[in-house]
């Protein structure tokens, strides 16, 4: 079992940075696959970037491209999602991930382990 804690959402105005940061624990021997998802009122979760599981791979949403980063320090056990110029668009909760094996994806099917989630709230 992996449990995961995202934390570092808040209230940003438009153009603003947050950066978000999720802490594994349990299970983590092995560093995993992991990605961020992200959910708006209304709408379904999806997907905004994911690592491999030594850092060498990342994917991206195309709405995300250019803005966000995301990153992980194993020694840690953390990854994290710098996300700049955040438009109100960007304003959902935000969840980590993590894949039990294969490599990342942008599926949200593949990831086995959630966080509870954390709140971006953008201001236009």
């Known amino acids: 079992q992996v449990r995961l804690v995202e934390s570092g959402g808040g209230s940003v105005n438009t153009g603003g940075s947050l950066r978000l940061s999720c802490a594994a624990s349990g299970r983590t021997s092995s560093p995993l696959p992991m990605g961020w998802f992200r959910r708006a009122p209304g709408k379904a979760r999806e997907f905004v970037a994911a690592?491999?599981?030594?850092?060498?791979?990342?994917l991206y949403a195309d709405s995300v491209k250019g803005r966000f980063t995301i990153s992980r320090d194993n020694a840690k056990n953390m990854v994290y999602l710098q996300m700049n110029s955040l438009k109100p668009e960007d304003m959902a909760v935000y969840y980590c991930?993590?894949?039990?094996?294969?490599?990342?994806?942008?599926?949200?099917?593949?990831?086995?382990?959630w966080g509870q989630g954390t709140q971006v709230t953008v201001s236009s």
């Open positions: 991930a993590a894949r039990p094996l294969g490599t990342s994806s942008t599926s949200r099917n593949d990831y086995r382990y």
């Open positions: 690592i491999s599981w030594m850092g060498a791979n990342t």
